[in-house]
């Protein structure tokens, strides 16, 4: 019964708002280039987001899946700091660290690459709040792998490298395909931490807003009938992108 | 030949140390301990895949305690479950092959070869997953053997099996030891698998090695009250060693003393195997130097094997047929006669 109610609790509501508006409605709205443009930044910046997190966070969840180090509990606590975190604060921090004036900022900005209201600045907030989800996943998959798997094939005469790519990642990619897609949908429906870090930036001649602020944004200036649109748009993508990249890493668990 | 000197190894609180070992070529080399006594971690060590504290390791007159593990030579074959889940069983074996270039016809035929001399052509093809416990451990033997390694390491390869499996591979390896004379490192906690199949053993305990000799030396001559016990010496006792003549010794156990042939004197240990205790219902006419009257106060089944215990006191294990144990009627609380040779009395 109990059961029951939070399948409720969590379904109803979006099922009512993805039903809400007329498809006419819908396409009209997707159809408006500033909704558009934020969906496709929404969704790029997600992609660049996990792809960044794929490649910083893989090593690391090896790392700490095979090697324990003094303080290695309190080291994993501090990598899911940014799931409890109010993503606002998130943003405030990271401004602390990228804004043109502090350290990395400074340090970037000679490269060319700032952060305050850019692209980048979108996929660091994106990554700071969603990569633990990825980390967290690649190191579960990697502590599934036999560690003897490796030892064997290392006095077959396989190289470190040769055993990580044919025997270790082959067996844990599932984990860390999931956890990218954990990664990517929680990075996509960020607001907080995008907010204060990069507001409007600027991608393709416009300057959109990520899909979650467009949301709030309409909301606050226009009300519940203009957000909606934006809402069940948001909400139906992420649905179907997620449904499909899940299928995908459940499929390659029945093989 | 492997020479391993004053090896250390510390593996976060648990101390591999003091290991000084030769295995010489071809040789059927067992370590045998108990769980938890540091015989994997040994066989890592000497795979490379463990850092030393200290000692050097070398195979056939050549250092490798500095080489990767992938540039010993040194196979490995562990209990089970350990075959490449996302390959088949070809290329489990083709593995190690194409890890270091081997040309693609020459892979082929050797991994055919291979598995046509351990008996699992008609595997090649299959999942590993599907595999029964024998068959694995089949495949991670060719898989091992395919490579050509100057050493092959079994770390207890037939604990996980049924005894019919467990027999037939044990069989097969014996086998394949004297068709390719490959020098192996076999490791156990079966005192009965290490007598059955081992040239040499070495008994290992917390982390050093407690004795090292042939399977008899462990069985008859165990130096260690340890050793006796693992060896399933079942009787084990304290005792002092008194007047000696020609090469006999009179050893007071307590409650009653034994006859040895040794020379020792003073605090010493007495061990006597379950097998070489005669159990008689009157006193036996034989040259045996010892017999004593003592009741039966446990009668333990093993199946083809009776275990009695005999409390003269101190109490004596012996073993019996099945056959004899009827023969003798043999209960609880019968009083009867053990007889045993001084020969059959290690002192130590």
Redesign the interface.
């Known amino acids: 019964m109990l059961a029951l109610l939070i399948v409720l609790f969590i379904f109803v509501p979006v099922i009512k708002t993805a039903t809400s508006s007329s498809p006419t409605t819908l396409w009209d709205t997707l159809r408006e280039s500033e909704v558009y443009t934020s969906i496709l930044l929404t969704m790029c910046a997600g992609l660049i987001a996990t792809g960044v997190g794929l490649v910083l966070g893989v090593p690391l969840a090896y790392l700490l899946a095979r090697h324990?180090f003094r303080g290695k509990r309190i080291f994993e606590g501090l990598i899911d700091v940014p799931i409890v975190i109010p993503h606002s604060a998130a943003g405030i921090a990271l401004l602390f660290v990228f804004g043109r004036q502090f350290f990395f900022g400074k340090l970037f900005g000679h490269m060319g690459i700032t952060f305050v209201d850019t692209l980048a600045g979108v996929v660091i907030a994106m990554m700071f709040v969603s990569v633990p989800f990825l980390i967290d996943s690649a190191r579960d998959g990697f502590k599934a792998v036999?560690v003897?798997?490796e030892?064997?094939?290392?006095?077959?005469?396989?190289?470190p490298w040769?055993v990580f790519f044919?025997?270790t990642l082959?067996?844990a990619w599932r984990s860390i395909f999931s956890g990218s897609v954990m990664m990517w949908a929680r990075a996509v429906s960020e607001f907080g931490a995008v907010l204060i870090l990069a507001y409007h930036v600027p991608f393709f001649g416009e300057h959109p807003t990520v899909a979650p602020i467009l949301v709030a944004d309409r909301f606050a200036c226009f009300g519940l009938d203009y957000a909606g649109p934006v809402a069940v748009l948001v909400i139906l993508i992420s649905l179907v992108a997620f449904v499909v990249l899940r299928s995908v890493a459940l499929r390659g668990e029945k093989t | 030949m492997i020479a391993i000197r004053g090896l250390k190894v510390d593996l976060g609180g648990f101390l591999l140390q003091d290991i000084n070992l030769s295995v010489e070529p071809g040789e059927y080399f067992i370590l045998l301990g108990p769980t938890g006594a540091g015989k994997t971690v040994l066989l890592e060590a000497i795979a490379g895949l463990h850092p030393l504290l200290d000692g050097s390791i070398s195979v056939d007159g050549a250092e490798v305690t500095r080489l990767k593990p992938e540039k010993r030579g040194i196979g490995i074959v562990y209990q089970d479950q350990v075959l490449f889940p996302h390959m088949s069983v070809e290329q489990n074996i083709a593995f190690g092959l194409k890890s270091t270039k081997c040309p693609r016809e020459e892979i082929a035929t050797r991994v055919r070869r291979m598995a046509e001399l351990i008996g699992i052509t008609d595997l090649l093809a299959r999942d590993p997953t599907t595999l029964s416990g024998g068959e694995k451990q089949k495949v991670a033997l060719a898989r091992a053997l395919v490579t050509e390694p100057r050493v092959l390491m079994l770390d207890e390869p037939l604990s996980a099996l049924d005894p019919e499996t467990k027999e037939n591979l044990q069989h097969e390896l014996a086998e394949v030891h004297r068709r390719l004379k490959v020098t192996m490192i076999h490791v156990t906690h079966d005192f009965e698998e290490a007598i059955a199949v081992g040239d040499r053993v070495a008994v290992i305990n917390e982390g050093r090695i407690a004795q090292v000799g042939t399977p008899e030396d462990v069985l008859r001559r165990p130096n260690s009250e340890f050793v006796a016990r693992f060896a399933l010496s079942r009787n084990v006792f304290t005792g002092q060693a008194m007047e000696a003549s020609n090469g006999h010794v009179t050893v007071d156990i307590g409650h009653v003393s034994v006859e040895a042939i040794s020379q020792a004197h003073g605090p010493v240990h007495v061990s006597l195997r379950p097998e070489d205790i005669f159990i008689s219902a009157s006193p036996l006419q034989s040259t045996a130097r010892n017999s004593f009257q003592g009741t039966i106060t446990d009668v333990g089944d093993r199946g083809a094997v009776v275990h009695v215990t005999v409390s003269v006191p101190p109490e004596f294990i012996c073993l019996v047929t099945r056959q004899s144990f009827a023969e003798l009627e043999l209960r609880k609380g019968v009083e009867v006669w053990i007889t045993f040779k001084a020969s059959a009395v290690h002192v130590f």
């Open positions: 324990d036999d003897r798997l030892k064997v094939a290392r006095t077959l005469g396989a190289s040769r044919r025997i082959p067996l």
